[in-house]
T-cell receptor, first 117, second 109 residues
Framework: EAGVAQSPRYKIIEKRQSVAFWCNPI?????LYWYQQILGQGPKLLIQ????????DSQLPKDRFSAERLKGVDSTLKIQPAKLEDSAVYLC???????????????FGPGTRLTVL | SQQGEEDPQALSIQEGENATMNCSYK?????LQWYRQNSGRGLVHLIL?????REKHSGRLRVTLDTSKKSSSLLITASRAADTASYFC?????????FGPGTRLSVLP
């Protein structure tokens, strides 16, 4: 079974530039998550999709971050414009079912390490 | 913030010793999960314990859950150098997961 794929693995940009990350979840997984992990901290959920609909984006800085999951499969996360504090690893995860009482196991991709100069 | 805490922040032990990591959380939960993250990699699920369970085993891993104290512990027995990683607990809050800040474990050969 192929795992969660993410690209690029590394990205270096200057502040105020734009950047986009791509995620391909495990085939058949309805739920997709984007996390931000700052060095030395645990992952913080940015947005959760169920198929192509947004379940929760309460912690997504919507003035600069956007995400979409067209056709309920692949997803892209965009930052425009980037700030220094956006330097982090952006992790994508997928799971078979929705969260809640039966919060399922999540499968994580390798992440994209973003450095904003 | 609903983020819990983990302690210790860092732990260094010799190969063959046991390692214990603790996690606390603030809300009621349905289940709690432990994940491992090797340097530069994504997270890997280790074990899930439900709120009505008190202890669970998986190979060299033993997880306990005390819902009255809102805490959990992860014990790794007979540690190996390959166990060197960061370990995170995650609990569900509403629809979502909340991860703790993690414990960085170093197992010295």
């Amino acid at each position: 079974e192929a795992g969660v794929a993410q690209s690029p693995r590394y990205k270096i940009i200057e502040k105020r530039q734009s950047v986009a990350f791509w995620c391909n979840p495990i085939s058949g997984h309805a739920t997709l998550y984007w996390y931000q992990q700052i060095l030395g901290q645990g992952p913080k959920l940015l947005i959760q999709f169920q198929n192509n609909g947004v379940v929760d984006d309460s912690q997504l800085p919507k003035d600069r971050f956007s995400a979409e999951r067209l056709k309920g499969v692949d997803s892209t996360l965009k930052i425009q414009p980037a700030k220094l504090e956006d330097s982090a690893v952006y992790l994508c995860a997928s799971s078979l079912a929705r969260g809640g009482a039966k919060t399922p196991m999540q499968y994580f991709g390798p992440g994209t390490r973003l450095t904003v100069l | 913030s609903q983020q819990g805490e983990e302690d210790p922040q860092a732990l260094s032990i010799q190969e063959g010793e046991n390692a214990t990591m603790n996690c606390s959380y603030k809300t009621s939960i349905n289940n709690l999960q432990w994940y491992r993250q090797n340097s530069g990699r994504g997270l890997v699920h280790l074990i899930l314990i439900r709120s009505n369970e008190r202890e669970k085993h998986s190979g060299r891993l033993r997880v306990t859950l005390d819902t009255s104290k809102k805490s959990s512990s992860l014990l790794i027995t007979a540690s190996r150098a390959a166990d060197t990683a960061s370990y995170f607990c995650a609990h569900n809050y509403g629809q979502n997961f909340v991860f703790g800040p993690g414990t960085r474990l170093s197992v010295l050969p």
